[in-house]
């Protein structure tokens, strides 16, 4: 019987068989085997076992690799745009101090806080002197018109930080700027201070009563100037009060880049009946955690929670769930020229 392509085919010589899948020369074909491989044979040495007209024969498709396509980088989110003031070109640096609990002034711990009253970004560098030498307690960035938390401290550490040390460099971003020298300016603090609740006062960058340190006033800096009760009330009323900020308004830059997340109760939940501020508070953690793991993978997002002043307890227990649960993302008040003093911006790292 003639032999043709796609006839299925044993060997006689040997064990095995398989179907032609072609000719090479006249004498020769390849016979494929059930593993997909080639074997070269005699036609004189095979017996057709079915012919193709009576079968229908396909041939394998080789197996192709498949290739991934490189994962395209997430897109970085465009800068957020800074509102600036005329009395902001000259840099207001202060450093605030908080009793983490007003009412137990001999007992509380303390927040720490860097103002950064200006339109110029700053690189910072906190620390305080330990005989010739510096301990760093905090370094960073702080945005324009914002504060930002440094740490927390209790009474304990008051004796180690009679002397603090603040270096800077002012700069802006995407635009042209006034040069401002890099500063360091290094400030002896009167640590008795920190007892006595009326050298916390009332100011324009915290709802609660804070102890404010003036760093730079209008551009000049501030040297060696001990702080006193009574010289530090002067102090504040003179340097904070006379560049009290207008009335923020309340109104969205359409052009802000960063996303903005409004947990007022009523903006979440259209009927508030049967549930009790505990219930509330809840409901608002769950929005602001089901949002921060929407934008997890977004490194450098920035999201600005708005929460309002209220009695500060919905920014207390975001505070927490942010040194809790993302130990890794920085946050710090939002501007207060664009939000006043209710919101937080959260920066995913």
Known sequence: MEIKAG????????????????????????????????????????????????????????????????????????????????????????????????????????????????????????ATRLNNSLVNRYDGLVEPNTKIFMEEFGKEALNDMERICVHFIAFKRDKPYLFKEAQSVELRIDTVKFYKAHCFTDNDYFEENALLVPVVADDTPEREIPVHADVLKDAVSHNVRAHKRPQRPKAKDAANKAIEVDLHIDKLIDNLSGLTPGDMLRYQIDEFNRTLSQYANRKGQQIVFIHGKGNGGLRTSIEKELRRRYPSYTFQDASFLEYGFGATMVTIR
Do not use: W
């Open 7 to 126: 006839d299925k085919v044993r060997f006689l010589n040997s064990v095995g068989g398989g179907v032609v899948s072609r000719f090479k020369g006249k004498d020769t074909v390849l016979v494929e085997d059930e593993d997909g491989f080639e074997i070269p044979a005699l036609i004189n040495e095979l017996v057709v076992v079915e012919s193709l007209d009576k079968q229908t024969y396909t041939v394998r498709p080789k197996p192709v690799e498949t290739v991934k396509a490189p994962l395209k980088p997430e897109p970085k989110p465009e800068p957020r745009v800074i509102k600036e003031t005329p009395e902001g070109e000259k840099l207001n640096i202060m450093l605030a101090y908080l009793p983490v609990d007003p009412k137990a002034m001999t007992q509380s711990s303390y927040e720490a806080y860097f103002v950064n009253d200006s339109n110029y970004y700053l690189f910072f560098n906190y």
